[in-house]
């Protein structure tokens, strides 16, 4: 059930309705909410529930006896618990397939009878199961560290972890951030509203006037066959699919974040303008940000951070870059990219102290030159994420075919993609503020009439790209 798909709008007009008339009464609204979070999740695939409620009844269970005892040694056994449960969970549906692929043929040679393969799981990887996990985790953790205290309903970790306008692809939130307002009594407010609908239709342009027609029209046909573009087209392809994967997740997010808006809850933001970024390390700060923070709080800071020798750090960088990768997708293309945004980080934390050693001042923020050269590589790189094999990638630098047609469409969508994401704050802004301005039932209609227009310009749904994740 897709975001923009008329089920997912049935099911979030039911929900909402429900979910007001009961706002007086937070127990049975918190049960509207899990209902619906589990039909949602439950249409995927009704098996998924199974893992869900295994995830959120050992986290339960976990932190509740965390907080019953002081014992250090017991509390990190219990922590183990809820790391190697969950973990483990997500490495075997999600890696163990890729595992078998460079593990298998080395105890071949070797003579061994064993095979990684008899025990892989290779049916389909339960839809968000890479999201939900962080969710979790970073609940055990923080009870752990003791910056929160453990729910004491198995209701309210099942709305934390089951929401379903942030299940399937995120934002990535903290139970520190999410639990509190579940205890504030919820009231419509008309400025909540409309910002919902804003959110919530900026997210389902973005996806379907831009991020699809740029994908399905000038992306997907240069990569599957390079040999038969031209080698501009092949650039082309390369900016339209930086483009796409920023307007398709970033579309997501407003989308979840406008739904939860509608239920008076609050999500952060997730995306910061990360093509304007004039270093990879900015760039990481402004794009996903929920995933880039918990990374830095949970992995990058518990490796030692930026403690220590040099060669600690830029080994810290490195591993929780490749880590980053790998989480996105078990595959050799996604540890290469993974690799080469760690080395990217460590170069130019090195080139950095070297300025700043040679000058005696602090480097705040680099140039245009930095911006140029950040956001090249930041679109190259991102050939590893859309590429489906090594030759894929070495046809789009190597074949070249005569020129061929894009539908005018597609470069209609990459040039407002590229725009609207370079165009000053304070424009944005200003169309925001008269938007929210109109009437209730005028941004009732124009909300209808964009839902309307796709029905017109889409080539056919596509699922949101992170949904794979």
């Known amino acids: 059930m897709s975001f923009h798909s008329w089920q997912y709008g049935v099911l979030l007009v039911v929900t909402l309705i429900a979910y007001w008339c009961l706002a007086r009464h937070r127990t049975a609204r918190l049960w509207v909410m899990v209902a619906a979070s589990m039909f949602y999740y439950g249409s995927f695939a009704p098996w998924f529930l199974w893992l869900l409620l295994i995830t959120i009844a050992v986290d339960y269970c976990v932190a509740r006896a965390m907080e019953r005892t002081e014992d250090h040694r017991r509390r990190k056994l219990l922590v183990t618990v809820s790391l190697v449960s969950n973990l483990g969970l997500l490495a075997y549906f999600k890696y163990t397939g890729w595992l078998s692929g460079l593990v298998d043929p080395v105890l071949a040679e070797s003579g061994s009878p064993t095979r990684l393969a008899q025990l892989a799981w290779h049916s389909i990887v339960p839809a968000g199961i890479s999201f939900y996990t962080f969710d979790t985790l970073s609940y055990t953790i923080d009870v752990y560290r003791k910056k929160i205290p453990a729910v004491r309903s198995p209701l309210e970790l099942g709305v934390f972890v089951s929401f379903f306008p942030h299940l399937i692809a995120g934002p990535i939130i903290r139970a520190a951030d999410f639990l509190p307002q579940l205890d504030l009594r919820p009231w419509l407010r008309r400025a909540e509203f409309h910002e919902g609908l804003w959110r919530f239709g900026l997210g389902l342009a973005k996806k379907t006037l831009l991020a699809d027609q740029i994908g399905q029209l000038l992306v997907d046909p240069v990569y599957t066959q390079p040999q038969n573009y031209h080698p501009l087209l092949h650039a082309a392809a390369i900016y339209g699919f930086a483009f796409q994967i920023y307007c398709d997740f970033s579309g997501y997010s407003d989308m979840a974040i406008g739904s939860a808006k509608l239920f ?11 093509y304007r970024s004039r270093s990879c390390s900015e760039f990481w700060r402004r794009w996903h940000i929920s995933l880039s923070s918990w990374v830095r709080d949970y992995l990058f800071i518990s490796l030692g951070g930026s403690r220590g020798s040099e060669w600690k750090v830029a080994r810290n960088l490195m591993i929780t870059m490749i880590i980053l990768g790998l989480w996105h997708g078990a595959s050799n293309l996604w540890l290469v990219y993974g690799t080469l945004q760690g080395a990217a980080l460590v170069f130019e934390r090195w080139l950095t102290r070297r300025q700043e050693a040679a000058t005696g001042k602090k480097v705040e923020k680099r140039g245009l030159l930095g911006w140029f050269i950040t956001f090249h590589f930041i679109v190259v790189t991102t050939v590893f994420i859309r590429a489906t094999s090594f030759a894929q990638v070495e046809g789009l630098f190597t074949h070249a075919g005569p020129s061929r047609d894009i539908p005018g469409i597609a470069w209609a969508a990459l040039i407002v993609a590229a725009i609207t994401h370079f165009w000053p704050d304070r424009w944005f802004a200003a169309l925001r503020e008269r938007v929210m301005a109109l009437p209730t039932p005028v ?15 889409m080539q056919g749904q596509t699922g949101f790209i992170y949904f794979q994740f």
């Open 264 to 274: 008076g809850l609050t999500f952060k933001e997730n995306f910061d303008s990360p």
């Open 443 to 457: 941004m009732g209609a124009g909300l209808g009439l964009l839902v309307g227009t796709l029905f017109v310009v």
